[in-house]
């Protein structure tokens, strides 16, 4: 199925609406589409051709946006790069690229060589998008124009879209999360507000100064505008927060601050959101399976991720409530089997994690010779800054946090799923870019 170029159409529709704003500045729909069509022939000069992979290697902002619809324009696929990759990562991601841009794409060209129409075919392969990689290497993933435009509609009947929606993305562009903003903005000629990077100040005075009415983030940056003091922001609607559980002590924290947290579960398979809020996506169809694996269907999933029975088998454990809605418990390969007994680490992280002391919390199993696994915890603690006039912080014994912290979760957790040990870290745990935990690194 053909359908007008989003990018096309919301230029007709609004064309004075920023679609657009980063920390250089902004650009209206009409003026995003004028670039975009010099960006599309200066592209079609260097040999870019339909279906063809376009890598872009390009921070977050204004001339990235002009690249990724540039590349739609042509119907050419595009390849996000994230720019933390070694040179040797690099070289893996963009191989089968016939285009690579690692600089703004300006033109110039005559007027008469740029397009006037466009059109998207839904069964096309939109972006190529590199999972984020928490357990093994990144893996390639080809989504279509119809795995977009249906998460974007998903995503909208969820979400109650308002006219004028302003949406923060503090998010890598090179991860689905991030770059979903970007078109779902242009599908609905609304705003995105690009971030490169999440600094707890900046989104601060964004959310409290500017008209956001959305924004992504995951539970530890939430948690550190809370510590800011984010209070009653005036425009929020909904801070999506996912990457990975997200402990109900800090959804209650978010409440209390006057800060609605819609909780979210997807992955890159699923062209992002699967769950958002209390239930699926209305477009998403989700299954658990005996073992309790999550399982997908729907027009979101990416094609060649289906497996022969038509479901896309996430890897991820879960259950649905009575009250429908998914709830997400971890990994199926990072589950521990402590004395014959599975354990979700997620589990015990939201338990450990609802301690007034802890920022964050990690947990993974350890071979024992009485258990086969341990379960143990990795824990930071919440700053404590010393009273006025009293010097440093008296800091207590490990031993004696420890202690406390598996009081704590004896009081909230079955015997075999209380940590037979505490680390105490002061560094942040290790994440990826989007926010999810890399155990493996622990």
Known sequence: MQVEAWLLRAARMAPDAVAIETGQG???YAELWDAARLAAAELDGRGARRGEQVAIVLPAGID???????CLLLGAIAVPIDLRLTPAERERTVAEASVVVERALRGPVSADALMTEAEHDLDAVCAVIHTSGTTSRPRPVQLTYGNFLWSALGSNVALGGVANECWLCTLPLAHVGGLSILLRSAIYASTAVIHERFDTERVLAALEEE????????????ARLLDAGLREPP????ALTGGGPVPDSL???ASEAGVRVAGTYGLTEA?????TGAAPLFCTRVRIEPDGEILVRG?????????????LHTGDLGAIGADGELRVSGRA???????GENVAPAEVEAVLESHPDVLEAAVVGREDDQWGEAVNAVVVLRPDPAPSGQGMPAVPPAGVVEAELRAHCAEHLAPFKVPKSVTLRTTPLPRTRSGKLLRREL
């Not at 990235?64 to 540039?70: E, K, N, S, V, Y």
């Not at 008209?211 to 939430?222: E, H, K, P």
């Not at 990416?302 to 479901?311: F, L, R």
């Open 26 to 28: 902004k650009l209206t």
């Open 64 to 70: 990235f946006a002009i690249a990724l619809h540039a």
């Open 211 to 222: 008209q956001i009415t959305l924004v992504s983030l995951v539970a530890t940056t939430l």
């Open 235 to 238: 425009a929020l609607r909904y």
């Open 251 to 253: 959804v209650r924290r």
């Open 271 to 275: 062209c992002s959101q699967v769950s």
């Open 299 to 311: 027009p979101t999933v990416a094609p060649g991720s289906v497996a022969a029975d038509g479901w």
């Open 333 to 339: 390969g990072e589950t521990i089997i402590s004395g």
